[in-house]
């Protein structure tokens, strides 16, 4: 039996919609990147781009678990002496609404081309409103739960059972 290899062309693009409102800013960047790797696709290669389109509006409004906003810190190098840089989440969010998300998003792909053209497919805007409408994206349902503080999985009553006895 032989393994099905996805070819370049042959896959169909789908654009999908999430509305980051109020959505785990690492919870959310695991669905987007496993849409933009092809992940979700049983036709998924890694060595071609089988990934979809993902429009993400309003990722000015995720949420970050515990005291994130206040004590993560945002590092890069200018390239000069003395030139590393750093930033509170908070304060990049405020400056470049969205920015968080796409960081999230860009550290989980390959580093590597193919995955620099997977990020060219993501399209994030702080807003509510988006151009691709043209395209008919997709709406999908962003992970938005919080782990309870517990820790606790609250499971269903299990149903009754039948009254069958060997006899």
Same mark, same amino acid.
């Given at each position: 039996m032989k393994c099905y290899q996805a070819k370049t062309g042959e896959l169909a693009r789908h654009w999908y919609v999430i509305d980051a409102t109020d959505a785990v800013v690492g919870r959310l960047a695991t669905q987007i990147a496993m849409i933009l790797m092809g992940k979700h696709r049983p036709t998924y290669t890694p060595h071609i781009d089988t990934g979809d389109h993902v429009i993400v509006l309003n990722a000015d409004k995720v949420q970050f678990t515990g005291q994130k906003w206040r004590q993560k810190v945002y590092r890069h190098y200018t390239g000069y002496p003395g030139g590393l840089r750093e930033e509170a989440a908070w304060k990049l969010n405020q400056r470049r609404p969205g +920015? &968080?998300?796409?960081?999230? &998003?860009? +550290? /989980? /792909? $390959?580093k590597n081309k193919i995955g620099r053209h997977m990020m060219s497919k993501l399209k994030i805007y702080a807003g509510n409103n988006h151009p691709h409408q043209a395209q008919q994206p997709i709406p999908l349902k962003a992970i938005t739960g919080k782990v309870? $503080?517990?820790?606790a999985v609250i499971a269903a009553a299990p149903a009754a059972a039948s009254s069958s006895t060997n006899q």
């Open positions: +920015r &968080v998300l796409e960081l999230a &998003v860009k +550290r /989980m /792909m $390959p309870q $503080p517990s820790g």
